[in-house]
């Protein structure tokens, strides 16, 4: 009885710590976005936003992705879980599938969120702006591409992530 007890308290504080892990993550996500943006912004402060936005944003979601796997500490993982899904490589241990299964749903959820934060920032200057008004529809487009590129690498990722949950089952 004393153990089934233990086994619920153990289980409460991971999935505080899972919460906590969580914010943090997020937090980091929105840190490197504000500093990758202002990073394109000092790098070329003449641009012409809308239209400059198209490529960068898709930079900015990849390059988030990458940089967050490398903070977490995740990117071998994540270079191993293509070979280990897809390839023939059977490793056997169930914590290098379940390391490799966290390290795709990181990039995942990473790239989801950094595509939206590129869309709302995006948004957010095509609204402050005064001269948007005869190309509100092209402007706006031009901003969406940022969550865009996000479900796009969103649904590559998504047959890599399945095959390992498969695996780790």
Not at 34 to 57: D, E
Not at 87 to 101: A, E, P, S, V
């Amino acid at each position: 009885m004393q153990s089934v007890a233990v086994k619920t308290k153990n289980t409460s504080k991971q999935g505080q710590k899972n919460i906590v892990l969580l914010i943090l993550h997020i937090a980091g996500e929105i840190l490197l976005f504000v500093f990758l943006s202002l990073l394109l912004k000092w790098m070329n402060p003449t641009a012409n936003i809308p239209y400059y936005r198209q490529g960068p944003q898709f930079c900015m979601v990849l390059g988030t992705v990458i940089i967050m796997l490398l903070i977490t500490g995740l990117l071998p993982h994540f270079f191993k879980s293509f070979l280990y899904g897809f390839g023939q490589t059977d490793c056997g241990d169930r914590n290098i599938y379940t390391k490799c299964l966290l390290s795709v749903k990181t990039a995942i959820l990473t790239s989801l969120i950094s595509g939206l934060l590129a869309t709302t920032v995006s948004v957010m200057d095509i609204l402050s702006r005064s001269d948007v008004e005869k190309h509100v529809g092209l402007f706006l487009s031009v901003a969406s591409t940022g969550f865009l590129y996000g479900i796009i690498i969103a649904i590559l990722l998504m047959p890599l992530y399945l095959r390992l949950k498969a695996k780790t089952l």
